[in-house]
């Protein structure tokens, strides 16, 4: 189970910590990446890794602006976000998955668990 935490109302320009913790499985075994779905479009990637090696890859409209994290002695991923702009605001969820590749990485649909998702809304 993923339980997505953290969000919240936030006016333009502020930063907002993200959190997922993983329970009833262990942290290291999966993949767990953060995508966010605004209202009236579909679900996008916006940070994640494989689980083995390869590199952190952030979307092009967070990149710079956030950092992801891991820590594994809490089985909770993380998702800082800074400069947060109107656009921003969508529901985060985190995902995880065992059988990511780097082409499937960004896909929502080689994921197999789903957290709730927490709610972001940026305010102009």
């Known amino acids: 189970q993923l339980q997505a935490s953290g969000g919240g109302l936030v006016q333009a320009g502020g930063s907002l910590r993200l959190s997922c913790e993983a329970s009833g499985r262990t942290l290291t075994a999966y993949a767990i990446n953060w995508f966010r779905q605004a209202p009236g479009k579909e679900r996008e990637f916006v940070v994640g890794a494989r689980l083995s090696g390869g590199v952190t890859r952030y979307a092009d409209f967070v990149k710079g602006r956030s950092t992801f994290s891991r820590d594994n002695t809490k089985n909770t991923v993380y998702l800082q976000m800074n400069s947060l702009k109107p656009e921003d605001t969508a529901v985060y969820y985190c995902?995880?998955?065992?059988?990511?590749?780097?082409?499937?990485?960004?896909?929502?649909?080689?994921?197999?668990?789903w957290g709730q998702g927490t709610v972001v809304t940026v305010s102009s």
């Open positions: 995902a995880a998955s065992r059988r990511l590749i780097t082409s499937t990485l960004t896909d929502p649909n080689f994921y197999d668990y």
